[in-house]
């Protein structure tokens, strides 16, 4: 059985970020959402992007996670914004009805990766974290 693993990339520009998840968000992995998440909102960031493209799976505890960093954010001024769940999440943000909590109002168009890349530092990504060891970093 393989170790879940969880990794994290954030571009900051002022007080908005882009976080990119990469792996599975399940019992195993949420707290690196919750605390990348929370980072976040503590340095300052009011308007969070989430980009979910390369999540292989989330399930209810990850959605639980994002709806409380969603909340956390909107008592501080702010807003968090998931961009491409994957189809398990998705299914289940339809089925709990929080779409509006996360994914903006219905009839919002998706936010293409190109107009991500705008809103984030355009310099490399850094790790923030990470649920199992890493494999060799790249040279960025």
């Known amino acids: 059985m393989s170790i879940p693993q969880l990794t ?4 900051d ?6 976080i990119t998840l990469a792996g599975e968000i ?7 959402v919750r605390d ?9 960031i009011r308007t969070l992007d989430v980009d979910l493209t390369t999540v292989t799976f989330c399930d209810v505890t990850g959605l639980n996670a994002f709806l409380h960093a969603a909340r956390a954010f909107a008592v501080a001024g702010g807003s968090l914004r998931l961009h491409h769940p994957p189809q398990v999440l998705a299914r289940i943000i339809a089925l709990t009805g929080s779409g509006t909590l996360l994914l903006g109002l219905p009839g919002d ?3 293409s990766r190109a107009a991500l890349r705008h ?5 490399p ?9 890493a494999l ?4 960025w």
């Open 8 to 11: 994290l990339y954030r571009h």
């Open 13 to 18: 520009r002022h007080s908005r970020a882009l």
């Open 26 to 32: 399940d019992l195993a992995t949420e707290h690196l």
């Open 36 to 44: 990348g998440l929370g980072r976040c909102l503590r340095d300052g």
């Open 109 to 111: 168009l998706p936010v």
């Open 119 to 123: 809103v984030s530092d355009p310099g």
């Open 125 to 133: 990504p850094h790790r923030i974290a990470s649920a199992a060891p």
């Open 136 to 139: 060799p970093e790249r040279v």
